[in-house]
């Protein structure tokens, strides 16, 4: 829940640009207790609450996912544009429960994760050394860098919760960031994660493929994420978890379609930031 | 002395900072944004944000500057103190319920203390490492604040065993524009009033068990309970002689003559809060080394060429000559301290029924509590 308060003066608000148009059933998680993953000193009971994600026999039965998603419906994702003014260029993402805000420096914060981890000993370096590569080598041929010689595009990256998805939420990130502060590039960059209901080893003929896991999805099933340059042309593609070989077509259509239903959305809040712009420019 | 060379730089020239020194010691002061001396300029604030956290909340400040705090807590295991808790209660002749009752809630009160280990706080700024003393001194001045009633830490305790550690992860957003001390402090304030804590439904010593469902769990600070406390804020304060003035922007803290880190709080009542004031109480002062010693001094004309005076060998000359000139419009660092006075003006000022520090307590309370 969020709430707005100005004092004083009036001031500007924030505006929340339209939320996307697909996810028609409410997307939020069950909260959890935040201490309910805790593995070391754990003194509670795990009750019944924390289920398995894809409990195969309540899957099956209504083909609804934990939070009552179908297995092609997105989580909810919302994005603001030039959050900070202090900045060339910034943006806001959430999808779902996973938050990023940039002004490629990953920084996780101390509350991003289930378990509170300061940076240095958390997610461990490699990890997030293994972002920061990707993303800077997703959008160093991308954007037209031939225009700013001899500067450096720093894309600064802060995790503020971790809920799945996470690559797939830095890259759409930094995607409005980097059109928020005006450098060009032929066409958005988005991202999604997509999995299979089945695990490795069973031979599930009706296993579907899923869109956009939460972290308890992703904990328990095969995922990949990837990201598309316009309609087809997939930019990353990085899976780490094992899978059999045949769902991974499956998984992989699915993802690029899930990008150009994310596309939509960001492009949609493009173009009414763009309009407000315009309409405040008016004399 | 805390340091605030670290943030940015203002680059005014000497002409411009005796300008803006000039009109703000004028009476009444005049501010480059036409504020009122303890005008505040507009901020955006909203609590609860991130689900993953025990409390979070944001604020943007006018001037571009963004902070996020998130509160994480986790049950510890408690170190078994050695103190002497051996009480003479031996029962009296005529053991009414009353009494007994008493004493064994004034046993419990005893042993619910918290300690100051309980509570950590840590800063992030961006550009700084954790070990720079920026991050680190607003650590501990926040810390300070919120533990100085030394009543805070008792909201952690669970049992004789098990108490909650807070985690209090504090994120400036935006690069250091200005001495964020305040901005900190407020987002502090409203993420621990948005703060949360599991249900306990165990009993007595034994392993801590909670509610599960989180529409159970209670405030850190509850808002309808018989104790009505409320967290820390941390306001800077600065003068320019004899002109208190409260909420400075970047430029106008490049011409103070003083500037102070104020910790206030509300002292802790029992029962609703009946009349609209509020009963404050006083926690820490502590003064700011003030951006503007380290601003360019203005030439006066006897030691510049271009009009007509003799220019000097070397800048320790340079520096005593200058010493000796006051002349009206040129700028000087300020040297030497603030007078008792001032400074006791100025606490009274932040202190003072329907000023400044309720009006910003007024303001966080209705975004937290809608």
Known sequence: ?283 | MAPSSATQQVLLSPAELSYLHTSLALNPPIRPDGRAPTQFRPLIAECDILPGTNGSARICFADGTEAIVGIKAEVERSRPSYSNTSQDTSPTENDEEEDEDDRTEEKESMEKKGRNEWVEVSVEIPGFRDEDSMPVFLSAMLSEALLADGEFTGRLWINGRFHWKLYLDILLLSQPLSYPLPLLSLTTHLALLSTRLPKLKSEGDEDPMFDDDWDASIYLFPRNSKIYTRPPVTLLVMAVKGNIIFDPSKEELAVAEVVLAVSIAERPRIGERTSKERDLRLLAVRTIDPPSRLTHPGVPDAINTATGGAAVNSIEEATSRREVTEEEGVWQPPRGGAKRKLIAEMIRKVLEKGGVAEEVLDGLDAVELG
């Not at chain 1, 309910?36 to 994600?53: E, G, V």
């Not at chain 1, 409005?176 to 590039?185: E, K, M, N, T, V």
């Not at chain 1, 099933?221 to 309609?231: G, H, I, M, R, S």
Request: hydrophobic residues 35%; charged residues 20%; glycine residues 8%.
């Open chain 1, 1 to 283: 829940m969020r709430r707005e308060a100005y004092r004083g003066n009036p001031c500007k608000k924030i505006s929340r640009p339209t939320k996307a148009p697909l996810s028609s059933i409410s997307n939020h998680n069950t909260p959890l207790s935040p201490r309910l993953n805790s593995p070391k000193h754990n003194p509670y009971h795990h009750q019944t609450l924390f289920a398995m994600p894809l409990d195969t026999s309540t899957y099956s039965l209504a083909l609804l996912r934990l939070d009552g998603r179908r297995w092609n419906e997105l989580r909810r994702l919302t994005a603001q544009i030039s959050t900070l003014p202090s900045a060339d260029g910034s943006s806001y993402l959430e999808m779902g429960n996973t938050k990023a805000a940039v002004e490629v420096v990953i920084g996780v914060a101390g509350f991003a994760g289930v378990d509170r981890k300061k940076t240095r000993g958390g997610r461990g370096d490699k990890r997030i050394s293994e972002l920061q590569t990707t993303i800077q080598q997703t959008f160093t041929p991308h954007l037209f860098t031939h225009l700013y010689p001899h500067s450096t595009i720093t894309i600064a990256l802060t995790i503020l919760s971790s809920d799945g998805s996470l690559l797939a939420a830095l890259i759409n990130a930094s995607t409005l960031a980097l059109i928020s502060a005006g450098i060009p590039q032929p066409s958005y960059i988005t991202a999604c994660t997509a999995g299979s209901t089945s695990s490795y080893s069973s031979n599930d003929e009706s296993a579907d493929p899923l869109l956009d896991l939460n972290l308890g999805e992703e904990q328990e099933l095969p995922f990949l994420t990837v990201a598309t340059k316009d309609e087809d042309e997939v930019v990353v593609l990085v899976m780490e978890s094992r899978c059999q070989v045949g769902r991974v077509e499956g998984m992989l259509a699915v993802g690029v379609d899930g990008c150009k239903q994310v596309r939509q959305v960001l492009d949609g809040v493009v173009r009414e930031t763009g309009l407000k712009t315009l309409e405040n420019a008016k004399i």
